[in-house]
C-alpha cells in the first residue's frame, strides 16, 4: 500500500512494483494508509491533507465509507472492538485540530469525538478497548471505550 504527497495512493504488488488497485485520490497528500483487518480483508483506509479518510474495496472497487474532518488526518488505524463476541469494525483517526475520532466501518458513521491533546495527534493505537494518542504538544492520553 503506497501513498503519495499528490494524493494518489495505490496497491501495489511487492515482488513486481505492479499497481493492482487504484483508491480515489486526496486533495493533498496521503498521511495515513492501513489495510482494514480480518474479516474485510479486502478493504484499505487512507487519510490526508484534505481532512477526509475513506476506506476503500479493493475487491469491488469502491469507496464503503468517507469520513470527513475539520483538518487535516494525520494518522489513522482500523480495528475491532470485542465484548466477547465481535462488536464492530472501527477506524480510529487523528487530526491537526488535536482531536481523536472514532468510526464505524460497518455502517460509516461517526461514533465518538474524544478531546485530551491541545495540538496535532502524531499518533493513534486501539487495542482491545483501549485508545491510546499522542500529540504534537508533548502529552499521551489513554480512552476506555465500548460499543457493546
Known amino acids: 500500500l503506497v501513498g503519495s504527497k499528490k494524493g494518489n495512493s495505490f496497491l501495489c504488488n511487492a515482488n513486481t512494483g505492479d499497481v493492482l488497485a487504484r ?9 495515513m494508509l492501513d489495510f482494514v483487518q480480518e474479516g474485510c480483508e479486502n478493504m484499505v483506509a487512507t487519510g490526508g491533507t484534505d481532512g477526509v479518510a475513506r476506506v ?10 468517507e469520513f470527513r474532518h475539520s483538518e487535516a488526518v494525520t494518522c489513522g488505524q482500523t480495528y475491532r472492538v470485542f465484548d466477547g463476541e465481535l462488536v464492530r469494525n472501527l477506524l480510529i483517526t ?3 485540530d488535536g482531536l481523536a475520532r ?6 460509516a458513521v461517526f461514533l465518538e469525538k474524544l478531546n485530551g491533546i491541545s495540538a496535532c495527534v ?10 491510546v494518542a499522542g ?5 499521551a492520553v ?3 471505550i465500548s460499543y457493546s
Do not use: Q
Open 102 to 107: 472514532i468510526w464505524s466501518i460497518d455502517d
Open 94 to 96: 487523528g487530526c491537526a
Open 135 to 139: 500529540g504534537d504538544d508533548h502529552t
Open 56 to 65: 476503500y474495496d479493493i475487491k469491488e472497487h469502491f469507496v464503503r465509507g
Open 122 to 131: 502524531l499518533c493513534i493505537k486501539g487495542e482491545n478497548n483501549w485508545l
Open 23 to 31: 483508491m480515489p485520490s486526496h486533495n493533498g497528500s496521503i498521511e
Open 142 to 144: 489513554a480512552f476506555a
